[in-house]
């Protein structure tokens, strides 16, 4: 008997080799009558983790790991591989899913959208939602019967905690799941230790956009569902522009608005109050035509052109696609931002986040700030899509309520944690 590398024992040969030769570089069923278990070869154990995580996300769990050799031609050249032994949960569902999201991501990539084609997407978007919530059920239905009668109290303390700011199932998942896998017994026993560490945790998965500097004329295009406050974020932006020149002593940039709004009653009228307020010239276009022929009209003119689009409901496919079509413009590289409010529910947001993500929008705008008393669900399902955020806005004061995204900001919203703010100023500076 011997050690298989796994802490495993098997009969051996002891004439052949430890390191056991490979020829499969993708998956394979391993050889044990428990079908569950499978195993993956990557060049080191993070590749194996990688590839791991692109085809199943978190919903994995690693059972073993060892160095393995590739056969080089004829025997020769071998090349030292890894092998992981692994078991997983909802593969079936997440492979499905996926493969909803690419069907509906090429039919929005055309041109045009036809009759079918529209029924097709929201059939799409209707079991991508299913799925989600049968995803999201069975996870919770494993953790549940998991964790029960063995859980620490200060896990479940953090756990109360987390669910009273509207964290995600799966954000929370991930958050006790290192607490149990990275601190000691000790340590879990220290509640003021683990709740700081669960706050670092939450403060490293947010997102900063970078402030970056851009060449005139810099494009902003803000997208979203309506009613999120696109216009009144425009003017915001616009005023806080102003402002910082005026502050500085620099001269006031040159700006000028285009409204594509043609579902929204009074939105052009809405915009050009905005824009006689701010000193901004406002247009109106109907086509991309438009878009592109004021845009070269002016471009060498003024400093800044803002692009206000209607707001859709983010199942409209069909206009989503046609928007988007409508702002694919020959020679100009705009800064789309997306905008949704704090007060949405995750499954929203998820659902705003995969509509318009053909617009390859940079980051986000959390507009209404003020009207929700728990950002957990923000802060989830940002970092569950690895998108970060630009500006908060907090009111309808034009333009004082809008203000630079920082991690700070995020923490200071939990409810009842118990903050260092010293430390926190240290570990998550601001970017002046």
């Known amino acids: 008997m011997y050690n298989d590398g796994y802490g495993l024992s098997a009969d051996k040969n002891p004439h052949s080799s430890s390191v056991y030769p490979v020829t499969n570089l993708g998956f394979s069923a391993y050889p044990r009558s428990d079908d569950e278990i499978q195993t993956i070869i990557g060049k080191d154990f993070e590749d194996c983790k990688q590839k791991l995580f692109k085809t199943y996300g978190h919903n994995y769990d690693i059972r073993g790991q060892r160095p393995v050799l590739k056969p080089g031609f004829f025997g020769f050249g071998q090349k030292e591989l890894y092998e992981v032994r692994f078991t997983i949960g909802q593969k079936r569902a997440v492979s499905q899913q996926e493969a909803f999201q690419k069907n509906r991501d090429e039919i929005l990539s055309k041109n045009t959208l036809s009759v079918s084609q529209t029924k097709q997407l929201a059939s799409l978007d209707k079991k991508l939602e ?46 006790t799941t290192r607490l149990r896998s990275e601190l000691s017994v000790e340590e879990l026993d220290d509640f003021d230790f683990v709740q700081n560490k669960v706050v670092d945790w939450i403060g490293e998965s947010i997102k900063i956009a970078p402030k970056e500097m851009h060449k005139y004329p810099h494009v902003i295009i803000l997208v979203g ?21 005026r502050s500085n002593e620099q001269s006031e940039p ?21 824009g006689d307020l701010l000193g901004a010239d406002v247009d109106k276009a109907e086509d991309a035509e438009d878009v592109k022929k004021i845009f070269d009209t002016y471009k060498d003119s003024i400093d800044v052109l803002f692009i206000d689009t209607p707001g859709y409901s983010p199942n409209d496919s069909e206009n989503i696609g046609k928007m988007r079509k409508m702002l694919e413009l020959k020679g100009v590289h705009p800064d789309v931002y997306l905008t949704f409010t704090a007060s949405a529910k995750a499954r929203d947001m998820k659902s705003i986040i995969q509509n318009y993500e053909p617009f390859n929008f940079s980051s986000v705008i959390i507009t209404k700030w003020d009207e929700t008393s728990a950002i957990g669900n923000v802060i989830s399902v940002l970092a569950e ?25 995020f923490l200071l919203n939990l409810n009842d944690f118990t903050l260092n703010r010293e430390y926190i100023d240290e570990k998550f500076p601001e970017e002046k």
């Open 385 to 409: 899509k690895g998108k970060p955020v630009s500006y908060i806005t907090d009111g309808q004061q034009v333009p004082k309520t809008i203000e630079q995204a920082t991690i700070m900001k």
């Open 225 to 245: 569902p309506t009613g999120v406050g696109k216009t009144t974020t425009i003017a915001k932006l616009a005023g806080t522009m102003i402002l910082e020149a």
């Open 254 to 274: 040159k700006i000028r608005m285009i409204t594509i709004d043609r579902t929204r009653v009074g939105a052009e009228e809405q915009l050009r109050r905005y």
């Open 130 to 175: 299913e799925y989600q919530k049968t995803l999201e059920k069975k996870l919770e239905e494993i953790a549940t019967a998991t964790n029960a009668g063995d859980k620490p109290l200060s896990i479940q303390k953090i756990e109360d905690l987390l669910q009273e700011n509207e964290f995600t199932f799966s954000y929370i998942n991930n958050i």
